[in-house]
Every structure is written in C-alpha cells, then in structure tokens.
C-alpha cells in the first residue's frame, strides 16, 4: 500500500475514535439513549442540605432532617401516558428506601435524608408500553450538631460520627466552633486553664488549643479539620488547672466537598419572559 493510502487510513481510523470519545463526554446526567421515548424532564430545586442535631448534657433533644422534592410533572413519553415515577436516595445498600409513585396519582417524590453523606440518587420514570428512562444526580446532606454540657467539672467526650452511610468519600473537613465559660461559683475571682483536644478514631490528637479564662468569662476556638478519615473522632475538654466548674457549648459540621449536582428548578413566568425577551 503507498505510504499516503496508509497515512489516509491511519487519519480516518483516529478521526472515528476521537468522535466516539466526544460522543461520550457529550452525555450527562439525564441524558437519554435518541431511541428512548421518555424525555426525562424533571425540576428540583436544591441538591444539598444540612441535618442539625441538638444534644444537651449527653440526652439528645432532636434531629432534623433533609427534605428535597423531586417533580416529575414534566416528564413525558411519545410511546404513550406516564406509568411511575421512581426516587431511589442511595442512603442504603439494597435500594429498600427507595420510593415508587404511580404517575396517575402523583408527581413530585419527597424524601427527608437522616445520614449525611455524598448520595449518589437514580430518578426513573416507566410509561405504560414497559418503557423506562433514569438519571443520576449526586447529592450533599453534610450534618451540624450542636452540643453543650454545663455546669461540669469532668467534661464529656463528644463523638463525631464521620464514615458515611454509602459507598462514597469520606468528609472534607470538620468545622469546629466552641466556646467554654468559667461559671466560677466556687471560688470568686479565680481563672482556669483550658484544653481543647481533637482526636481521630485512632486516638491521636490532630488539633488542640489552650486558653485561660477568667471569672464569669468565656473563650473560644475555631477550627477546620481537613484530611478526614471515616470513623468516631473526639473533642474533648480538660480542665488543665483550677477548680471551676464550666459551661461548654460545641457546634461541628460534619462537611462535605461541594460538587453535588446543579440544582434545576423550574422556571417562573417571569424568568420565562426575561429569557424570552432576550433571545429575541
């Protein structure tokens, strides 16, 4: 063969790969295969929350969770009428939480998450010819407990749960926010000294701080733990010198990297308008 067939050759067989390689990056989450009848169009306005716990002196007193909203009102298919709707969260191994509406009846699925974590949800949709469309969108529930024990001389541990309940990253980072105040009832116008110490699920300390607080005052420390492995961490309280007994109030967000999916709300009349007027 001459050596410019070969190179034509060579030039169209590279040309194909490189297409095929576009092709594929070019689908994203919710991208339909062009034989499938389904249009999966559904609205969501916010892909990410924060769970808050609320613990006072070791009892917790309430959880509350993370509620999305998922509508599929808009999903249709050119094979015939809508059948379900599916919202599978991705909070278990086994998909048993996931949540099944028929289309006649409903079409938006509402699910509250109560375990933080990088959920990976699959939103389906069947139409009455046996038909079925999914996408994927990739979730945040990063959780926030604020926790407080007074009137102590012998702090407790708090515990910060960190492994996830998925198969995804462990958090990004911790976010620590504390404060201690020297309620000083025993002997008046003295001062403690203080100790803040993080531990990971291994025991070794990863941050700590001192200060010395005086009579009827408080301190306080912020920190960001990065580098977080899954497991029970620490924060612990010591009271280095001194007496005292001491309020301590922590508020920890158990923080995840913020690469969840675009939320897609829908569209108002307004912003319809304004978008409308601009592409004229």
Known sequence: ???????????????????????GCLG???????NNPISMNVHYDATAGTITELVQNGAVLS??????????ARVTSKAGMMKTFTFDPGDDEEGVNAVTVNANDQAEITYTYQTHG???AILSATDESGN???MELILRIDKEIDWTQTNTDEPDAMV???????????????AVQSTITNRNEIIPGTQ????????DPGGEEQAFHTEQIGDGQEASWAHNQYNVEGGDWNLNVTIDAGNDSIDIHHI??????????????????????????LSV
């Open 28 to 34: 994203g989450e919710g991208s339909e295969d062009d």
């Open 252 to 277: 920890v967000t158990i923080a995840y990297e913020t690469v969840e999916s675009p939320p897609n709300p829908l569209a108002t009349e307004g912003t319809e308008q304004e978008s409308d007027s």
């Open 118 to 120: 990088m959920f990976t």
């Open 132 to 134: 079925e469309a999914s």
């Open 1 to 23: 063969m001459p050596m410019r067939a070969e190179r034509t050759k060579t030039m169209a067989v590279l040309a194909v790969l490189l297409a095929a390689s576009l092709a």
């Open 160 to 174: 910060l749960a960190t492994s996830p309940d998925c198969e995804c990253p462990t958090p990004e980072h911790l």
């Open 63 to 72: 959880t509350s969770g993370v509620e999305l909203s998922f509508d599929f």
């Open 192 to 199: 403690i000294t203080v100790t803040w110490h993080l531990n």
